[in-house]
């Protein structure tokens, strides 16, 4: 069974720290390109950081510098290590995994969707 499952998140304090983890199983995510989103109540889901297959990594302006991810090909997961949370990073957030691969009968897509996990940074 393809599935993805984060895990990490929780009620925090601002300036606090939080490590999200995403974890695969029925695949392995050493070819795929991982995001990790966030979506606040009443918001769209919006991308937060990105890795690559080849590792290259890009984040969002309002958390770079705060956020690592990372990934780690022999457990099959990928990271999200959050510092210096500030209540406006309060939000579900969500790890997507995503690859393509082209065969004779053309390009086939694939995309995961993990179930989520609640950041909630708060006094």
């Given at each position: 069974q393809v599935q993805l499952v984060e895990s990490g998140g929780g009620l925090v304090q601002p300036g606090g720290s939080l490590r999200l983890s995403c974890a695969a199983s029925g695949f392995t995510l050493r070819s795929y390109d991982i995001g990790w989103y966030c979506q606040a109540p009443?918001?769209?889901r919006e991308l937060v950081a990105a890795i690559t297959s080849g590792g290259a990594i890009n984040y969002a302006d309002s958390v770079k510098g705060r956020f690592?991810?990372?990934?780690?090909?022999?457990?099959?997961?990928?990271?999200?290590?959050?510092?210096?949370?500030?209540?406006?990073?309060?939000?579900?957030?969500?790890?997507n995994a995503k690859t393509f691969v082209i065969t004779a009968r053309g390009r086939h897509d694939y995309d995961y969707w993990g179930q989520g996990t609640q950041v909630t940074v708060s006094s």
């Open positions: 009443g918001k769209q690592t991810i990372s990934r780690d090909n022999a457990k099959n997961t990928v990271y999200l290590q959050m510092n210096s949370l500030k209540p406006e990073d309060t939000a579900v957030y969500y790890c």
